[in-house]
């Protein structure tokens, strides 16, 4: 689905800039827990055989049914879990444990209740930079708050913030150590939507003033062609396989008003529309068959904002 002229017009899209991320033939293979009615030794495979490069700078969202593995994979990314065969590369180096080279936003929030809005920030900071001093670390703090929409929660502790201003905060520590790779997962999933779109727009802006390269898990599919430069789709587990990744040549900056106006959003929305639903699973465990391949032909589209479609 690449259109280069297109794509040329992307800010984060370039083929030339460096690797920051490679996921080198990965497959995760679990065993089956004891009670379950399975023979001793028996094995599940959630994905296999997973591989795609992802460049300095870029936006890849990866979405997929429910069981295909897109959680366990960012884990992996992450260092919170090991692949049973192949690796991830960051940096020139595999992964093996976690890192401040790749921070996590979680679906849950994860911040640390003692600590305060400001604190949960500088901690981070502090670990990354721990030869700062005091006032260079809470400067730096400051920043990351007041671009993420804090100014003035500073010493409010997450029980008393809202779940969008906890999200804020989550994020606000993420970019705050300049990682090589941020990876986020399902970061908007618990938020109402009118609070999720204004919270997309201002990571969508902290992201291209960092030049931040970013790995996605999302089932929303609005939120990822709004936020990508890529989008890889993910076949049903078990055994998921990258079925294919798909770029999104909407010019940047965007806004949403500008995406659902634009005829590449409706080609794009479709075609992985068309995907998920041919591999939606039917009652008794089948999936539909695909019928008609994909093809990059979008379906006559109208001006009226869509529905939002997740998965």
């Given at each position: 689905?690449?259109?280069?002229?297109?794509?040329?017009?992307?800010?984060?899209?370039?083929a030339?800039?460096?690797?920051?991320m490679?996921?080198?033939?990965?497959t995760k293979?679990?065993?089956?827990?004891?009670?379950?009615?399975?023979?001793?030794?028996?094995?599940?495979?959630?994905?296999?055989?997973?591989?795609?490069?992802?460049?300095?700078?870029?936006?890849?969202?990866?979405?997929?049914?429910s069981?295909?593995?897109?959680?366990?994979?960012?884990?992996?990314?992450?260092?919170?879990d090991?692949?049973?065969t192949g690796?991830?590369?960051?940096?020139?180096?595999?992964?093996?444990?976690?890192?401040?080279?790749?921070?996590?936003?979680?679906?849950?929030?994860?911040?640390m209740?003692?600590?305060?809005?400001?604190?949960?920030?500088?901690?981070?900071?502090?670990?990354?930079?721990?030869d700062?001093?005091?006032?260079?670390?809470?400067?730096?703090?400051?920043?990351?708050?007041?671009?993420?929409?804090?100014?003035?929660?500073?010493?409010?502790r997450?029980?008393?913030?809202?779940?969008?201003?906890?999200?804020?905060?989550?994020?606000?520590?993420?970019?705050?150590?300049?990682?090589?790779?941020?990876?986020?997962?399902?970061?908007?999933?618990?938020?109402?939507?009118?609070?999720?779109?204004?919270?997309?727009?201002?990571?969508?802006?902290?992201?291209?003033?960092?030049?931040?390269?970013?790995?996605?898990?999302?089932?929303?599919?609005?939120?990822?062609?709004?936020?990508?430069?890529?989008i890889?789709?993910?076949?049903?587990?078990?055994?998921?396989?990258?079925?294919?990744?798909?770029?999104?040549?909407?010019?940047?900056?965007?806004?949403?008003?500008?995406?659902?106006?634009?005829?590449?959003?409706?080609?794009?929305?479709?075609?992985?529309?068309?995907?998920?639903?041919s591999?939606?699973?039917?009652?008794?465990?089948?999936?539909?068959?695909?019928?008609?391949?994909?093809?990059?032909?979008?379906?006559?589209?109208?001006?009226?904002?869509?529905?939002?479609?997740?998965?």
């Amino acid at each position: 689905m690449s259109n280069n002229s297109e794509a040329s017009h992307l800010n984060h899209s370039a083929a030339d800039r460096k690797l920051a991320m490679k996921v080198d033939h990965v497959t995760k293979i679990f065993p089956v827990l004891k009670g379950s009615g399975a023979k001793t030794g028996d094995t599940f495979c959630v994905f296999k055989d997973v591989k795609f490069d992802v460049r300095e700078g870029e936006f890849i969202t990866m979405v997929g049914h429910s069981g295909c593995g897109k959680s366990t994979l960012l884990n992996i990314m992450a260092g919170f879990d090991k692949p049973s065969t192949g690796g991830i590369i960051v940096d020139g180096k595999e992964v093996t444990e976690p890192g401040l080279d790749r921070m996590v936003v979680f679906q849950s929030f994860a911040l640390m209740p003692w600590l305060t809005c400001f604190d949960n920030v500088r901690v981070a900071v502090r670990s990354a930079h721990p030869d700062w001093s005091g006032p260079e670390l809470d400067e730096h703090t400051q920043k990351y708050i007041d671009m993420m929409g804090l100014t003035g929660s500073e010493k409010k502790r997450p029980a008393l913030l809202s779940g969008g201003m906890r999200q804020r905060v989550g994020i606000a520590r993420a970019f705050c150590v300049n990682p090589k790779v941020l990876l986020l997962d399902e970061p908007f999933a618990q938020i109402d939507a009118l609070t999720r779109g204004v919270i997309q727009e201002e990571m969508m802006a902290m992201w291209q003033r960092s030049n931040a390269t970013v790995f996605m898990v999302t089932h929303d599919v609005d939120e990822a062609i709004l936020l990508s430069d890529r989008i890889a789709l993910m076949s049903n587990g078990p055994e998921a396989e990258l079925a294919e990744i798909i770029d999104v040549n909407i010019p940047r900056p965007r806004t949403r008003q500008q995406m659902i106006e634009s005829p590449e959003y409706s080609r794009v929305r479709n075609h992985i529309l068309r995907f998920l639903i041919s591999h939606q699973k039917q009652p008794g465990g089948s999936t539909e068959p695909a019928g008609k391949a994909l093809t990059d032909s979008a379906d006559e589209s109208t001006n009226e904002t869509p529905q939002k479609a997740e998965v």
